[in-house]
């Protein structure tokens, strides 16, 4: 299906991760996150539960299965791009399984390990898939610069004068997977909320934490820490989708993208934050059923800073175990 004709201008291309959406775009594509657009859903919990109907195992990570329903209810979506390697098995599946149901499914393999050559040519086929050339996503990659530039900004306001909440950073960094599907609008909204935090006291936390590992499905984790005095003044997986990075050319963009790959990019990375931020703590979410889970020991080995793991399975808010952790956590931190 990868190979059929070009979708039309305009037309909607789900993303089961961030991938090089620069090629969505010089395509004239609209990227659309199926995370975001499955997690932010009133119906985010029904939707788990619509796709155990449909016969996905209730030992599969609840993601995946938001993901399969939230496209069942979203059929103006007209392909979706699949990173079947560099995200998970469990993806890999998923894309076989859109496939069989007659959606149209494009492939992108992130190298392991990373490795230019292979990188080019997997950013060249993809390119060809979406009916567009590397110029023209060269140039949507200068394009998202300013932008790219702003959301650095966005994040410094976080940790440096704690003028941008812990949340906050979170979601706008998390959506620039997808620039909510319209990177023109989005720029201007991020634009908006800069002016507006930089007006703001600067404010600080008795704890500083990091939140590490994929995005949370809990709800409310942001709110319940600051209720704590806790602030999160570095949000891992969405810092890596704005890539920080910048005056790389797409392929090194793409490669030193920290997610895909192995654990010890994401151990420099980390390393980084805890001595740059001054981060008392790391809280570590872990999605149950998730092969990621087995980076926690590696972590709390190497880093050299106190980590609380959490688990989560579905979009529901905290539960009372989690909560009663998380201040015993933030208790042993507090000055």
Same mark, same amino acid.
């Given at each position: 299906m990868s190979r059929s004709k070009p979708c039309p201008r305009g037309a909607k291309i789900g993303l089961t991760t961030t991938i090089p959406v620069e090629a969505v775009l010089a395509a004239g594509l609209a990227p659309v996150d199926l995370n975001n657009l499955f997690i932010s859903s009133p119906q985010a919990l029904a939707r788990v539960s619509n796709a155990e109907t449909a016969g996905f195992p209730r030992t599969v990570c609840a993601w995946v299965k938001g993901i399969? =329903?939230? &496209?069942?209810?979203? $059929?103006?979506i007209e392909a979706v791009i699949v990173a079947c390697q560099g995200d998970c098995s469990?993806?890999? !599946?998923?894309? %076989?399984?859109?496939? !069989?149901? /007659? #959606?149209?499914?494009?492939h992108f393999k992130f190298p392991y390990p990373q490795e230019r050559g292979q990188m080019q040519r997997? @950013? %060249?086929?993809?390119?060809?898939?979406?009916?567009?050339? =590397?110029?023209? =996503? *060269?140039? !949507?990659? %200068?394009? @998202?610069? $300013?932008? #790219?530039?702003?959301?650095?900004? &966005?994040?410094?306001?976080?940790?440096?004068?704690?003028?941008?909440?812990?949340?906050? /950073?979170?979601?706008? @960094? *998390?959506?620039?997977?997808? +620039?909510?599907?319209?990177?023109e609008a989005y720029a201007r909204k991020v634009a908006a909320f800069l002016e507006q935090a930089e007006k703001r006291p600067h404010r600080s936390f008795p704890v500083r934490l990091g939140l590490v590992g994929i995005p949370p499905i809990f709800t409310d984790l942001w709110g319940y820490l600051e209720e704590l005095e806790a602030?999160?003044? +570095? /949000?891992?997986? $969405?810092?890596? +989708?704005?890539?920080?990075?910048?005056?790389?050319?797409? !392929?090194?963009?793409?490669?030193?993208?920290?997610? $895909?790959?192995?654990i010890f990019a994401r151990l420099a990375d980390l390393e980084e934050a805890v001595k740059e931020r001054r981060l008392d703590g790391l809280v570590h979410y872990t999605q149950s059923f998730c092969f990621r889970q087995m980076f926690d020991q590696i972590i709390r080995e190497r880093l050299g800073i106190p980590v609380l793991t959490i688990e989560g399975d579905r979009p529901t808010p905290l539960d009372s175990r989690t909560r009663m952790r998380l201040? =015993? +956590?933030?208790?042993?931190?507090?000055p």
């Open positions: 399969y =329903a939230t &496209l069942q209810d979203h $059929p103006d469990y993806t890999q !599946a998923l894309g %076989e399984i859109l496939e !069989a149901d /007659n #959606r149209r499914v494009i997997e @950013l %060249e086929k993809l390119l060809v898939s979406l009916g567009t050339t =590397a110029g023209e =996503a *060269i140039r !949507a990659q %200068e394009g @998202l610069e $300013p932008l #790219r530039r702003n959301l650095r900004r &966005l994040d410094r306001l976080t940790w440096e004068t704690g003028q941008v909440r812990g949340e906050e /950073n979170f979601l706008y @960094l *998390i959506s620039s997977s997808d +620039f909510e599907s319209d990177p602030g999160v003044v +570095f /949000n891992e997986m $969405p810092r890596q +989708f704005s890539m920080p990075y910048p005056g790389l050319d797409l !392929a090194e963009q793409y490669l030193r993208y920290t997610y $895909p790959y192995d201040e =015993a +956590f933030v208790d042993v931190l507090r």
